[in-house]
Nanobody
């Protein structure tokens, strides 16, 4: 089992940047593929980005490509989401998630979830 704690959210102006972090408990972090999701008020939770166990492959939703970068540090048991050129429509609660599935997981294959961190983007 793994516990996930997100941090790094906050208020930023449109065009600005934030880096989200997700710290995982346990000593088997490298056994989990990781993902970031977000949920805006009144909307369903949506996939943002994913990274394989050792970081060799990544995947992004179309709106994040070219602006967001997912990465991980398996020594620090942490996954990151660098978000640049933020837009008001990026505002949401951002969640990290983990799955023991090999390769890039499907959107519905995540087992463990963090509590989320709020990102607010002012126009």
């Amino acid at each position: 089992q793994v516990q996930l704690v997100e941090s790094g959210g906050g208020l930023v102006q449109a065009g600005g940047s934030l880096r989200l972090s997700c710290a995982a408990s346990g000593r088997t972090f490298s056994s989990y593929a990781m993902g970031w999701f977000r949920q805006a008020p009144g909307k369903e939770r949506e996939f943002v980005a994913a990274i394989t166990r050792r970081g060799g492959s990544t995947d992004y939703t179309d709106s994040a490509k070219g602006r967001f970068t997912i990465s991980r540090d398996n020594v620090k048991n942490t996954v990151y989401l660098q978000m640049n050129s933020l837009k008001p429509e990026d505002a949401a609660i951002y969640y990290c998630a983990a799955t023991a599935k090999a390769g890039l997981p499907g959107r519905n294959e995540y087992t463990y979830w963090g509590q989320g961190t709020q990102v607010t983007v002012s126009s």
